[in-house]
């Protein structure tokens, strides 16, 4: 399987004051983290969003924690398309600092389009399904 980098650096207003990362930021950076798979195959989510009007809402996500991260550390993502279905996909990301893994999380989310009243999921192009497993 695939895998896909994205790094980052905590901030202080992603921690609390004792300079922890506050659990609701893990959620924001698999977020960035899947844009950023977009945008590495090709797919920017603002170009999808703003010329085609889809998009990749999130059907169902969890996080699962096993050390703390702290202000000012470096951090890497590594996110594993572990499913792809016609219209759905499931995504693992790692935390990585250092050696260590401090969370993984899975997201499942779903290729829509937002072209009409409602968001209506929309089956994935062959050729974003190839370059998402490739």
């Not at 994205?6 to 899947?34: C, H, L």
């Not at 792809?84 to 600092?97: A, N, Q, S």
Request: net charge negative; glycine share 6%; with cysteine.
């Amino acid at each position: 399987m695939k895998k896909f980098h994205y790094q980052f650096r905590v901030e202080w207003g992603d921690t609390d004051a004792a300079g922890i990362v506050y659990s609701p930021n893990y959620y924001k950076w698999m977020d960035q983290a899947t844009h950023q798979v977009f945008s590495t195959i090709g797919y920017p989510l603002s170009s999808l969003i703003r010329d085609e009007h889809i998009g990749i809402p999130m059907i169902e996500s969890n996080c699962s924690f096993n050390k703390p991260l702290y202000f000012e550390e470096d951090v890497a993502i590594i996110s594993t398309v572990l499913e792809l279905h016609d219209k759905v996909f499931k995504i693992k990301h790692e935390f990585i600092r250092g050696e260590d893994e401090i969370a993984h999380g899975i997201e499942l989310r779903a290729l829509a389009s937002f072209a009409g009243e409602k968001p209506k999921a929309v089956s994935i192009p062959e050729d974003m399904h190839e370059l998402l497993l490739r």
